[in-house]
């Protein structure tokens, strides 16, 4: 078993935490874990991805290869559409509805979600609106990790496990409101 | 046996650790931080077992652990690419001091410039230096190479490089990690006039290291960084240093028919790099950075026998970090079929936070300058006000590198540019402004420096600012007339009242400082969320 994921959003939607917590769950399960992501300067409100990889076997690259994707999950609908060269022919595209329009010239909404509804395989989750249901709008990636659940190959145990792993920190409050963004977000993708 | 998930920089920084690390100092740099951020936060500190700083600069972090391992004890420095060029002085005369207790210089380089002004290659150090260098090629090796850094470094009596690349550097893998060993005690060396560069010792020095570098190139060809994969079909062969190997392997999903050289241990290890290239019809070298081992390897005039294929001939990118594909490319494995690209996303460049003191000191300066018939050019140097440049400030002129702002003002300054501004952040300005102020005030230079002070080195994530409230006093006493050391508080609401003290400024001829004040936005906020919950639990 292989996986490799893009994960795309920008600067400021949780995306690092949404990476840390599917690769804590992997590595949680024995699987080897590769995650690249983006420091520094390009935090900074613009774009950031992360290239996500786990395995049953040792994996050598930090980065997919194009053409290798089994899942693009986005936090924002025209960073869904900037990596499609990374997607393998039968990969999906997994992405919330709500665009982050933070500079001039971003394309016509309406047209971005078009073009993400041509693809084959596709899914755009409310997920802004779901986390405004589980309780806080910053949970929307967790959302979005329920909604990407059923392409990335891991039980849902393993998934919420890391998810109070990964917020332990921040208290009960904090770990159940992002439990129920996940399970909006799962429940939002056609499985339960 | 437990794994746990790093970042190749917290690999390394846990690989110190349980090495025997006493001392780590460090100035914060992409891709570099985070080595000092997880040893800062690591037992060990708190304890008080290991000390580490942030220092002025990159200069201070690597004589401070010269002085460590003079003492003793395993120390190291980590920096960034182009913070080697400020650290070129301790880095390439420790060669010739040498070790007492480990020492190790960790360079992260920037390949494809993500956060850098450029992607310099910071194995051609290894040449002015004579230095010995170790390249992980995963995040477990990142682990290893510490512990076996420490050792050769005390065995051979020699600093060693460690070279990280942004890839490596932010990725997180999985790794096992070893037993813990003890510090070293506190010993001085037993010969302690090595340290002492005189022309007559040093030239007797020098020449020793020049001796020893046959024991070096052995080092590395028994290294267990250097590593032979055989292969059946030797029509090619493939040299890959560092994270390069991994692309190799990937792509051919562990299945490589050709012999792969795979090298992270320098000097390069000759009798190795003699078996590919006397066995093999053809060689590709990958290597993640500048063609290093290939321009050695192809020599001038080329080797056509066998002929030497790269970065230099075109058979990976002249530039940029290597992917998976331009590695299956440079193999011939051709393109995997995928979805067309789309032509509908727009670029997102990064910019400034709203509400980011910087936005209304660029907004108040092109007021000032714009009603100007002269114009004027504002100098500015490395940080987030960098991004001042971009639209919709287009405030700033210039950004080279740490501190040039106010030389470069003041050069221009003297050849008769007015008005000439210098745009500089606080931190940015203790790394290496201070000594470009004193020449102001000796040549009166006509210049108006701006110090942006948010209170912290905000674009690596707000690490602490070196002298912070200290800024006038420091201007004040490099010898700035105490009149001409104003200070204002970016913000909306002072605009026209900061608009004014910068034309007072410009009017003035001689070298004056604006300190504009405020604090970060991101620092304030995580300030003011850590303090409510605080509140929450103490209630």
């Given amino acids: ?192 | 046996m437990p794994t746990r998930l790093l970042l190749g920089n917290e690999a390394l920084a846990q690989g110190a650790l349980d090495a025997g690390l006493s001392a780590a100092y460090a100035y914060p740099g992409t891709p570099s931080t985070e080595i000092t951020e997880y040893i800062l936060r690591s037992h060990e500190v708190r304890r008080g077992d290991v000390v580490a700083s942030w220092t002025a600069n990159e200069k201070t972090a690597l004589e401070a652990a010269l002085g460590a391992s003079y003492a003793g004890v395993r120390a190291m420095a980590s920096m960034k690419h182009v913070g080697l060029n400020v650290a070129a002085d301790p880095f390439v005369n420790s060669a010739i001091a040498g070790a007492n207790g480990g020492l190790i210089i960790v360079v992260a380089d920037d390949p494809s410039m993500h956060s850098s002004q450029n992607e310099q290659d910071s194995r051609f150090y290894l040449d002015l230096s004579l230095m010995p260098c170790i390249e992980p090629a995963d995040q477990q090796e990142a682990y290893d190479a510490p512990a076996y850094a420490f050792e050769l470094s005390e065995r051979l009596r020699i600093p060693i490089m460690i070279r990280l690349t942004t890839r490596l550097s932010h990725s997180r893998g999985t790794i096992t990690t070893g037993e813990a060993r003890h510090q070293n005690p506190f010993s001085l060396p037993d010969d302690p006039r090595r340290y002492i560069l005189l022309p007559l010792i040093a030239r007797q020095s020098y020449a020793r290291l020049v001796e020893r570098q046959p024991d070096f190139i052995r080092e590395s060809e028994a290294s267990p960084f250097n590593q032979w994969i055989d292969g059946p079909d030797r029509s090619l062969g493939i040299l890959a240093t560092g994270i390069a190997a991994g692309y190799v392997l990937d792509v051919t999903d562990g299945a490589c028919q050709h012999p792969i050289l795979k090298i992270g241990q320098y000097p390069i290890p000759n009798t190795l790099l003699e078996r590919l290239a006397t066995s093999c019809d053809r060689i590709l070298v990958v290597e993640e950075g500048f063609p290093y081992v290939e321009s050695k390897l192809r020599g001038a005039p080329a080797r056509t026998t066998p002929a030497i294929h790269g970065r230099l001939t075109g058979h990976l990118p002249r530039i940029g970090e290597l992917t998976p594909q331009a590695v299956a490319d440079a193999l011939d494995l051709g393109s995997l079929p995928t979805p067309a690209a789309s032509s509908t996303p727009a670029p997102r460049p990064p910019a400034l936070c709203p509400g980011c003191p910087h936005a209304d000191t660029c907004h108040a300066l092109t007021e000032v300058l714009g009603a100007r018939p002269e114009g004027g050019v504002v100098f500015s140097d490395i940080g987030c006000y960098t991004l001042g440049a971009l639209p919709p400030y287009n405030a700033i002129d210039t950004c080279v590198e740490m501190g040039a702002s106010i030389t470069m003002a003041k050069g221009a300054a003297a050849a008769g540019l007015h008005p000439a501004i210098a745009l500089i952040g606080d931190s940015t300005f203790t790394h290496s402004g201070m000594t470009g102020l004193i020449d102001c005030v000796n040549e009166e230079a006509n210049v108006t420096i701006v110090i942006v002070d948010n209170l912290t080195i905000a674009m690596t994530g707000g690490q602490p600012s070196s002298a912070e409230n200290r800024l006038a006093t420091i201007c004040a006493g490099l010898g700035v007339v105490r009149d001409h050391v104003r200070v204002i508080e970016p913000h909306p609401r002072n605009h026209e009242a900061n608009v004014a003290v910068l034309r007072e400024e410009i009017d003035y001829a001689g070298p004056s400082v604006i300190i504009a004040q405020r604090e970060c936005i991101q620092t304030a906020r995580r300030r003011a969320r850590k303090t409510s919950v605080e509140g929450e639990e103490s209630e």
Avoid: C, W
């Fill in chain 1, 1 to 192: 078993m292989i996986r490799n994921i893009i994960l795309a959003g920008v600067g400021g939607q949780g995306l690092l935490a949404l990476a840390a917590v599917i690769g804590e769950a992997a590595r949680s399960l024995d699987l080897d874990v590769k995650q690249a992501e983006v420091h520094g300067m390009a935090q900074r409100g613009g774009v950031v991805q992360s290239h996500l990889r786990y395995a049953d076997r040792p994996l050598r690259s930090n980065l997919v290869r194009r053409g290798t994707a089994d899942l693009i999950l986005a936090l924002e609908p025209m960073e869904a559409l900037r990596y499609l060269p990374y997607l393998s022919p039968g990969g999906a595209v997994v992405s919330s509805a709500a665009p982050l329009v933070n500079i001039p010239g971003y394309p016509d909404e309406s047209a971005v979600l078009e073009e993400i509804g041509r693809l084959p395989a596709h899914r755009i989750v409310d997920a802004v609106g779901l986390a405004k249901e589980a309780g806080a709008v910053q949970a929307a990636n967790m959302v979005m990790l329920g909604a990407g659940s059923p392409h990335l190959d891991l039980p849902a145990s393993a998934l919420t496990g890391a998810i109070e792993s990964f917020f332990t920190d921040k208290g009960p409050v904090v770990i159940e409101t992002n439990l129920k963004a996940f399970r909006l977000g799962k429940a939002a993708s056609g499985t339960s």
